[in-house]
């Protein structure tokens, strides 16, 4: 499967699981934009997979009031830069609504899907990525799997949560590689990071898009330095496994983090800081963040802008260098 077809079959599997669950959003009957609800409609009824108005302030509040009544609601938001509508709803009614009832009530069996990322040909309006906005924020849950096996896991880990779950999809990944996905239902847990790549002389931390650049530039590292690279895909946002990251560098000594959001305020100042105070004795040079620009996110310009290869290469050779 790829990986908007993992996504279908996790959506599949709960929904043949739980008769509560219920799919809603802009155009999800259909199959959405992405094809990611395709056949469901038809499979499971339209009083399970739905549209709604062009409403995310809507979509995310009738995802909480269904959650509040012990359902499963599964919101899909259409793109991850059209999610700032529902912001209030998201940052002060989901995520405090078992705080403020004193866990009377809750709304923890609401998770928001939305593609994420830059796509090549986005521009402004199609290509931004949101979490740190929401990472914030605490009583939500923030996902965003790198490929198809992964997607599939997270995704299910998520709907199971007892709180509600942001998860982005990489957009640009929906259809990039194919891998071996169960058909049967299976779940990777929330909060855990993962080693791909053991090394020794540098720490590399990214998610989604970005893990597999991180693993190219830790293959160039190799080849063209000798220098061995630790490769760390941090899976979830928040709560983040800060011991995973901590304990790698604490062994290298190094840390880099990329993403693509912009580099002010980005979650990669939580991780530096984090490490910081953490492993400041064992660190061996600054801690490097190949991020986005602080500017709006282009569209003729989108080469320039992204963290590519290079310019993690680049600041990688300074660490080993410093």
């Not at 709304?107 to 979490?131: D, F, K, M």
Request: charged letters at 20%; a negative charge; hydrophobic letters at 40%.
């Amino acid at each position: 499967m790829n990986l908007f077809q993992s996504i279908t079959s996790a959506l599949d599997n709960t929904l043949a699981k739980d008769p509560t669950a219920v799919i809603f959003g802009e155009d999800v009957a259909f199959g959405g934009v992405f094809r990611c609800t395709v056949g469901l409609r038809d499979k499971y009824g339209k009083d399970r997979v739905f549209n709604t108005p062009l409403c995310e302030q809507g979509i995310v509040g009738f995802g909480i009031g269904v959650a509040v009544t012990g359902a499963t609601a599964i919101a899909e938001i259409q793109f991850a830069d059209y999610i700032f509508p529902a912001f209030d709803q998201i940052v002060n009614e989901a995520a405090k609504y078992r705080y403020r009832s004193g866990d009377l009530f809750n709304c923890g069996n609401l998770t928001i899907r939305a593609p994420w990322g830059c796509v090549g040909h986005g521009a402004l309006y199609h290509s931004q990525s949101p979490e740190a906005f929401f990472a914030h924020c605490p009583g939500i849950k923030i996902v965003i799997p790198r490929s198809p096996l992964q997607a599939k896991g997270l995704l299910l880990s998520c709907i199971e949560d007892k709180n509600p779950c942001i998860f982005f999809e990489p957009k640009i990944l929906y259809r990039a590689a194919v891998e071996q996905v169960p058909v049967e239902p299976y779940n990777i847990p929330l909060s855990q990071a993962e080693v791909l790549q053991t090394g020794s002389d540098v720490t590399l931390v990214a998610w989604g898009t970005q893990v597999h650049v991180i693993k190219e530039v830790a293959a160039m590292a190799q080849e063209k330095l000798g220098v061995s690279c630790e490769v760390i895909d941090l899976r979830t946002i928040l709560p983040w496994d800060t011991e995973t990251v901590c304990k790698s560098v604490a062994k290298t000594g190094r840390l880099l983090i990329s993403h693509e959001a912009p580099l002010t305020g980005g979650f990669a100042s939580e991780i530096s800081s984090t490490v910081q105070e953490e492993c400041f004795l064992n660190l061996e040079a600054p801690i490097s963040r190949v991020c986005g620009y602080d500017t709006p996110f282009p569209h003729i310009f989108e080469p320039f802008y992204i963290p590519d290869k290079w310019k993690c290469y680049d600041a990688l050779r300074k660490m080993i260098n410093y």
